[in-house]
T-cell receptor
Framework: GAGVSQTPSNKVTEKGKYVELRCDPISGHTALYWYRQSLGQGPEFLIYFQGTGAADDSGLPNDRFFAVRPEGSVSTLKIQRTERGDSAVYLC?????????????????FGPGTRLTVL | AQSVTQPDIHITVSEGASLELRCNYSYGATPYLFWYVQSPGQGLQLLLKYFSGDTLVQGIKGFEAEFKRSQSSFNLRKPSVHWSDAAEYFCAVAARSSASKIIFGSGTRLSIRP
C-alpha cells in the first residue's frame, strides 16, 4: 500500500516568509509525528498527534512553528517568519497509534521528507 | 534528560566483512531502543527494536542488536555486509512513559569498500 507522502519535496523561501509543509499519513494510522533533521544530525522530535489533537508538542522550538491535523488524517506544519536557521529536512511519520499500551507494536513509518531552504 | 551517543561518525568496511555500529544511551531506566537506516533519497526505515525480553534482537536485512544494560549499550551488528548496506544508521531511544517521542542519535555513516 501507499506509504507516508510529503509535499513539496523541496521548498525554497526567503527569510521572513510563511511556509506550509504537508503530510499524508498511511491510511488508517491515527498517530502522526513531525521531526526536523538538520544537516549531519539525527531527526529531532517536534510534535505528535493522536487523532486531531496534539498529544505532545514539546519539541516545537518556538511560537513561529505550528501544526494542525483538523480531520485526523492530513497534517500541515506551518512556519511563520522563517529564519535561515529553519533550513532543514522536515520529516513526517505515522503509526497505528495504539499509544503506550500498544507501544511494542506501534512502529513509526517515515515519509521521504521536505527539504526547506530559507535564503 | 535522555540522550543517545553514536561515537563513530563514519565507518568504512569491506564488502563481506562483519560490522558493528556502537550506540550508548543515557537514561534513568531502561528505555525502548531502536535502530533506523536512512539511504539517500529514502525515508527512515526501522531495522529493529527492543522493548523487553530477549536482549538479542533480530531485525530486517540480516541485522541484529544486543542490549547490554550494564553498559547502557545497544550495538548493531551484521556478520557480512553488502554494498547495498551503505547508508546512514541512527540509534534511537524512547522513554517508556512517553513512547511516542523518539530521541535519535546523530548517526553513523557506513561506506562499503568493494
Amino acid at each position: 500500500g501507499a506509504g507516508v507522502s510529503q509535499t513539496p519535496s523541496n521548498k525554497v523561501t526567503e527569510k521572513g516568509k510563511y511556509v506550509e509543509l504537508r503530510c499524508d499519513p498511511i491510511s488508517g494510522h491515527t498517530a502522526l509525528y513531525w521531526y526536523r533533521q538538520s544537516l549531519g544530525q539525527g531527526p529531532e522530535f517536534l510534535i505528535y498527534f493522536q487523532g486531531t489533537g496534539a498529544a505532545d508538542d514539546s519539541g516545537l522550538p518556538n511560537d513561529r512553528f505550528f501544526a494542525v491535523r483538523p480531520e485526523g488524517s492530513v497534517s500541515t506544519l506551518k512556519i511563520q517568519r522563517t529564519e535561515r536557521g529553519d533550513s532543514a529536512v522536515y520529516l513526517c511519520a505515522s503509526s497505528h497509534g495504539q499509544g503506550l499500551a500498544g507501544a511494542s507494536s506501534d512502529t513509526q513509518y517515515f515519509g521521504p521528507g521536505t527539504r526547506l531552504t530559507v535564503l | 534528560a535522555q540522550s543517545v551517543t553514536q561515537p563513530d561518525i563514519h565507518i568504512t568496511v569491506s564488502e563481506g566483512a562483519s560490522l558493528e555500529l556502537r550506540c550508548n544511551y543515557s537514561y534513568g531506566a531502561t528505555p525502548y531502543l531502536f535502530w533506523y537506516v536512512q539511504s539517500p533519497g529514502q525515508g527512515l526505515q526501522l531495522l529493529l527494536k527492543y522493548f523487553s525480553g530477549d536482549t538479542l534482537v533480530q531485525g530486517i536485512k540480516g541485522f541484529e542488536a544486543e542490549f547490554k544494560r550494564s553498559q547502557s549499550s545497544f550495538n548493531l551488528r551484521k556478520p557480512s555486509v553488502h554494498w547495498s548496506d551503505a547508508a546512514e544508521y541512527f540509534c534511537a531511544v524512547a522513554a517508556r512513559s512517553s513512547a511516542s517521542k523518539i530521541i535519535f542519535g546523530s548517526g553513523t555513516r557506513l561506506s562499503i569498500r568493494p
